[in-house]
């Protein structure tokens, strides 16, 4: 047993997870101050997209870590801001999670294609 209780490559992730809160909290606040949830759903799909590219192991991971800051975003905008979201915002922001899927699988898959390209297979 080792004394050191995260390994390397989960110390190498923290990067990216805080690329994914930042992404996920820059589109919520976009999200609360836009309203429009199409825009929203294209940020989150960039940002799962860039994410599944970076580290394709286990995409559902980053659309997790980016989506769940969405609904906060609302909640904090509600509670704080005088920028009061509506009920049907707040329900769209948990359907970014569709789009978010679609981007992180995507970014994974062209990250395996682009390694099968460079091995020469």
């Known amino acids: 047993m080792t004394n050191d209780p ?3 490559r ?3 992730d923290v990067l990216y997870y805080v690329l994914a809160a930042l992404a996920g909290m820059g589109t919520g606040w976009v999200d609360v101050v836009v309203n429009d949830l199409l825009f929203t759903a294209l940020l ?3 940002a799962c997209m860039l994410l599944g590219l970076l580290r394709p192991r286990w995409p559902w991971r980053w659309v997790v870590a980016v989506v769940v800051f969405i609904p906060l975003a609302e909640l904090v ?3 704080i801001v005088t920028v009061k979201p509506t009920r049907g915002q707040v329900y769209g922001s948990f359907l970014t999670a ?3 899927t679609a981007g992180a699988y995507g970014g994974a898959v062209m990250r395996r294609v682009l390694d099968k390209l460079r091995q020469g297979k």
Do not use: N
């Open 6 to 8: 995260v390994s390397p």
């Open 10 to 12: 989960a110390r190498s």
């Open 44 to 46: 989150v799909l960039m």
């Open 77 to 79: 905008a509600y509670a």
């Open 98 to 100: 569709l789009p978010g």
